[in-house]
């Protein structure tokens, strides 16, 4: 097991990374860069980095689970869903990560802690309000109820547990806002609040969390700028040399966008000593355009 110096140091923890696609794998080298030990476990196992020490488990099969390493300092389940419906989520955030627990259990293992990624969509908030960890989240999606039968499942562990809910994730690789403005596809909906988090930042944030001593429950890891959808495109568009995109004039469409309508705070994580290095969508964009900008071209000329 690892050990936890007098300052709350902790040196050559012995670390799982459940589920470790993007954000994982960027945490798990972030860690091995530490000096900490660390395995990622995914079905496809060769996607795995050096020197990470991969696991080629499923979530979803209990027998495969038979093989996850033994005397685990700190659990990370990073786990994803395959797709947009109620059964994928279900095997990703409740079936997955029982079995995990009970792999666990099973190997007599007692981490000093477990962290889970979930997500801000259990706030079912949509009016613009402030919305923390204190505050009521009672999703009406199912999205939103899975990930909280998730978070209680592993509330009601017995592990020490430690649940992240991440707002939309964007970094290197997650394009998708530039390219509808590229493709002009891109729409704004008036009045609809939006909530972000670097890659890098979230990577950070977990690490973070994992070499404190004194650790809440829950956190809600989102930047320091929950910023109007209309204010983002427009700035990316102008930084880009585009048009801006139109406003969204078709009711229903509206409608249905700002029942996601929110700002998340990040507080909690702050006052823990937590510090971003991407605070708002300025900083965190600025750095993803400039490499954007050159393969967008590169694009063109190929086409």
């Known amino acids: 097991m690892g050990t936890v110096l007098e300052g709350g140091e902790l040196i050559i923890a012995r670390i799982l990374i459940a589920g470790c696609g993007d954000v994982g794998t960027t945490l798990g080298l972030n860690l091995t860069r530490a000096g900490h030990t660390v395995w990622g476990l995914r079905r496809r196992a060769s ?48 079936e997955g990560l029982r079995n995990l627990l009970h792999a666990l259990r099973e190997g007599k293992q007692q981490p000093q802690r477990i962290l889970a990624i979930s997500s801000t969509s259990v706030y079912a908030q949509h009016q613009g309000e402030w919305v923390d960890e204190m505050s009521p989240a009672e999703p009406e999606s199912f999205a939103g109820k899975i990930l909280r039968e998730g978070e209680d499942l592993l509330w009601n562990s017995g592990f020490p547990a430690t649940v992240v809910r991440f707002a939309g994730i964007y970094g290197p690789g997650r394009t998708r806002l530039l390219d509808s403005l590229r493709q002009g596809n891109a729409r704004c909906v008036p009045g609809l609040y939006t909530n ?13 969390l994992v070499t404190q001593r004194a650790v809440e429950p829950l956190y809600i890891a989102v930047d320091d700028s929950p910023s109007l ?23 229903g469409e509206a409608e249905a966008a700002l029942r996601a309508n929110k700002r998340c705070s990040n507080a909690r994580l702050r006052a823990a000593g937590f510090r971003f290095r991407y ?25």
Do not use: M
């Not at 969508?281 to 071209?297: I, P, R, S, T």
């Open 47 to 94: 996607l795995i980095p050096v020197p990470l020490q991969a696991v080629s488990a499923d979530l979803a099969d209990t027998e495969s689970l038979r093989i996850v390493p033994s005397a685990l300092d700190y659990v990370v389940y990073a786990a994803a869903a395959d797709g947009f419906s109620a059964s994928q989520y279900r095997t990703a955030y409740v």
């Open 196 to 208: 972000r988090v670097h890659r890098e930042d979230g990577a950070a944030a977990l690490q973070f």
């Open 229 to 251: 959808q209309c204010e983002v495109l427009n700035w990316l568009a102008g930084h880009l040399g585009l048009p801006e995109p139109r406003s969204v004039s078709e009711v």
């Open 279 to 303: 605070p708002s969508y300025q900083e965190g964009y600025g750095d993803l355009l400039k490499n954007y900008a050159l393969g967008a071209k590169a694009s063109d000329e190929s086409s």
